[in-house]
């Protein structure tokens, strides 16, 4: 349902202007045979069978969704894009999506909605439970708000047994994703801070790597996947 409404508001254009050359990025897809991340020429032709959609990102960050039955390449007028944008910030603008399905685990009352002061969208925020995303084959950075003091952290798959420790050093807000717990796309993991009594839970989600800039089809992408706090630093 929530990716539903996003693309009802925000893919208001239909069609771009391919360039010999230019790639296209797919965003989602119904069609087996064209994968969300996977990048295809513009100016080939997309086959789609009746009741299948494709919706594809331009390399200047324009979207389009194309319904079948469809054969053809994606050209047509230009969308605009400040429509797009100001529709997706409409829709970013609601409460943040909670994480389901993991047995009702919930982190401290009082780190459930912290004040959210990360500088860029590629952070995964510590304190804040719900989806998270962050680009496939980049270097995976956690984000804190109180980093006056050292402190260590533990991150521990949830359902599984795999489970590391980050340590903060006094005054940084920031440190790396632990490299002996590789991160997995639609995983939750359970983060549990020095002294915390319960887990902050995190769904982490990999967006293609074509789609690490941040910008329009950045924040689209997070958006449909609950990743709503980063779509608005996505947007800024």
């Known amino acids: 349902m929530y990716r539903q409404s996003l693309f009802t508001l925000l893919l208001i254009g239909t069609?771009?202007?391919?360039?010999?050359?230019?790639?296209?990025v797919v965003l989602e897809s119904t069609a087996p045979r064209y994968m969300?991340?996977?990048?295809?020429?513009?100016?080939?032709?997309?086959?789609?069978?009746?009741g299948e959609t494709v919706t594809v990102v331009t390399e200047d960050a324009r979207l389009v969704r194309l319904m079948g039955p469809y054969s053809g390449p994606p050209v047509g007028s230009t969308?605009?894009?400040?429509a797009a944008r100001r529709a997706l910030t409409q829709l970013i603008a609601g409460d943040r999506p909670e994480v389901g399905g993991i047995g009702g685990v919930r982190g401290d009352a009082a780190d459930d909605s912290p004040t959210d002061t990360r500088p860029g969208p590629w952070f995964l925020h510590t304190q804040r439970s719900g989806d998270q995303c962050a680009p496939q084959g980049h270097a995976l950075e956690l984000w804190r708000e109180s980093a006056a003091a050292a402190a260590t952290t533990e991150i521990r798959v949830s359902l599984g047994d795999a489970v590391a420790q980050v340590r903060w050093a006094a005054g940084e807000p920031r440190t790396a994703w632990p490299a002996n717990l590789p991160p997995t796309d639609g995983t939750i993991y359970l983060i549990?801070?020095?002294?915390?009594?319960?887990?902050?839970?995190?769904r982490l989600h990999l967006l293609p790597p074509a789609l690490a800039t941040p910008g329009l089809a950045a924040a689209a992408w997070l958006a449909a996947r609950g990743c709503t706090d980063q779509a608005r630093l996505a947007l800024r």
Do not use: C, F, N, Y
Not at 15 to 24: F, S, T, V, Y
Not at 42 to 47: K, R
Not at 192 to 202: E, I, Q
């Open 15 to 24: 069609a771009l202007d391919a360039a010999h050359g230019a790639e296209i």
């Open 36 to 50: 969300a991340g996977q990048s295809l020429d513009a100016a080939q032709p997309l086959m789609l069978a009746a």
């Open 79 to 82: 969308p605009d894009e400040s």
């Open 192 to 202: 549990r801070a020095d002294g915390a009594v319960r887990s902050t839970p995190v």
